[in-house]
C-alpha cells in the first residue's frame, strides 16, 4: 500500500487562501479531511477578523456570526478566542431564532401557512409562545429551520437588517448543516439586497457527513471560492494512506508531531461459522495486550447498549420497531418520551448538580411567584436525583408532572395518549413505565460524554491512540457495508454508498497509530480484493491468523 502523495514537499496554504478571500470579500467553503485542524482554522479566521475588522465592527454595532453543530462546540470555540462582543457563537437553531423572534407578526404568518391545526394568530398565541417552547417539543428544532428558511425567502427587510447586522457569517461542519440553511445564506452573497455586502464561509468536509437530511456537499460552488485543506496532524501515515485509498477527492499528508509516527492498519474477517461474540472478545483481548489502552466503535446497537447500560430500554425498541429505521427513533431521540427524559430531565439534574442555576431555570417550568418557592424548588430536585438512582422511569415521570416542575407539551400528550388508547401499543409504553431509571441515565451519559463502547455515529471529530472497529455484514437502515467492503460497488444505491463510505471514512480517521477492523461476516464468498488494496495484502488475515501472530 504505497502512500499516495509526496510527505515531504506538500505544505498546507489553506489558511491564507481564506485570508485572502475574506480580505477580497469573497465567500469561501474550506473542505477539511479528518485530523486537518479543522477547527483551528475555524478559531485563527475568527481571530484575525476580530484583529483587523473588530474595531470597525464595534463602532458600527456589527456583529461576526458563528455557527455550529453542537452546544459542545459553541463552548470550545468561546473557550478558545474568549470574550468578545462582536462574535456570536450560537448552535444553528439558537442563532436563527434570535435573528426571527423580534418579527412576530410575519413569524406568527407563516406558521399559519404552512402548518396544519392553526386557523388564528389567537392559536399561534397560544401554542407557539417563545424559544422555550422549542426546547418542551412544541416547536421542533426543524420547525425553526423551516419557518427562517421562509422569512428569509419572503421579507426583504429582515434580509436587509441581517446583513447590516451580520456581514460576516462562519458556518462551522457545513456537512451536517440542514440544507435549507445552506441555502439560504448561499442565496444572500449576491443578491439584490445584500450587493455584495454579505460574506458567508463554510467550514467542513462533505465526506465527514454521517447525518440524515443535511448537506453533503453545496451545490452553488461558483458562487463559493473552494479551499481544500490536505495536512492531517492526527495519524500515522499507515493510516493516511488507507484514509487516502477510502476517498479520493483529497490527498492527505502527514504534519506536525505525527510525520514520525509508525503506525499499524489491520482487516481482520472471521470464519462464518465462529461464535462472532468470542471473536470480538477474543481480538479484543489480543490488541489489548498488544497495543494497551482501546477505544472500541461498533456498528451494532444491540452491543453498545449491552456494555453501556440501556439492554432493556434498547430491546423494548428493538422488539416493538420491527423496521431498522424507526429502531433509529431512540438513538435520535425523535421519541417523545426519550428526548424528554434524556434533553430537559437530565439536562436539567446537570444543570442542578453544576450549580447553573439560571440555565436550570430556564430549562424548567417551575412556578417561582412565592418566596418559598426556591426552597421546594431544592427539595424536589434533591427528592429527584435520589429517585433516579433505584427508581423507574413511571416514578420520575410522575415525580416531575405532579409537582409541576415541568408541564407536558403537546407532543408529549399526543404521544402518552397514542400508547395509552391503542392497546397494541399499550404494551411497549408500560414496558417503558417499569424500565429501571438507571438505564435513561446510562443512555444519556453515552450519547452526551465519551464512552469507550461508542456506535459510530458518535465519533465525529473524537481522537484515539488505538481503536477497533467492529463491522458486521448486517447494516443499519440506509448502510451497507458487506457491499461496500466485499460486495460490488455498482450494486449499491449511489446514496447508500455515499452514506457507508463517509461513516467507515470518519470511524477509520479516528486512529492516530494503530487501528484494527473487525469484519463479522455472514458469507463467506466475499470478496477481499478492494480491502487488499486498501490496508495492503498482508494486513488482511483471518480472526485464526490474528490470533496466531505474535
Sequence with gaps: MAPRVDRDTKKDDSLDKIIKCIDDNNSFILDAGAGSGKTWSLIETLKYIIKNNGDNYNRLAKNIGCITYTNVAVEEIKNRIGENEILDVNTIHQFLWNVIKQYQVELKNVIIDNYEGLESLDDFSVKYKNFREIEKGIISHDDVIKISSKLFENHQKLQR?????????????YQDTHPEVVETFLDLIDNEVSKNNFIVGYFGDSKQSIYEKRAEKINNDDKLTKITKES?????????????????DIEQFPAGKNKKIVGTTYFIYDDTSQDKDLCYEKVKEKLEDDWGDLKVFFLTHRRIAINVGFEKLFEHYNNYYSNRKYREK?????????SFLADRVEQSISYYENNNIFALMDAIDFDFSKNQDKSRLKSIMDELIKIRESGRVKDIWELVFDDKLFVKGDKIKEFQNDFEVNSDKKEFYNNIMELKYKEIINFYNHNENDSVFSTQHGTKGEEYENVLLVTMARDWYNYNFAEY??????????????????????????????????????????????????????????????????
Excluded: M
Design 485 to 550: 467492503l466485499t460486495g460490488d460497488l455498482e450494486q449499491l444505491k449511489t446514496s447508500i454508498r455515499q452514506r457507508t463510505q463517509n461513516l467507515f471514512y470518519v470511524s477509520c480517521s479516528r486512529a492516530v497509530k494503530n487501528l484494527a477492523v473487525l469484519y463479522l461476516r455472514e458469507n463467506k464468498d466475499v470478496g477481499l480484493t478492494r480491502v487488499k488494496d486498501w490496508f495492503g495484502e498482508e494486513n488482511v488475515i483471518t480472526v485464526d491468523e490474528f490470533l496466531e501472530s505474535e
Design 330 to 338: 431512540l438513538y435520535n431521540k425523535e421519541c417523545p418520551l426519550i
Design 232 to 248: 492531517n496532524f492526527r495519524s500515522a501515515g499507515e493510516i493516511i494512506d488507507l484514509l487516502n485509498h477510502i476517498r479520493t
Design 161 to 173: 437588517i441581517f446583513i447590516d447586522k451580520y456581514p460576516l457569517v462562519l458556518v462551522d461542519e
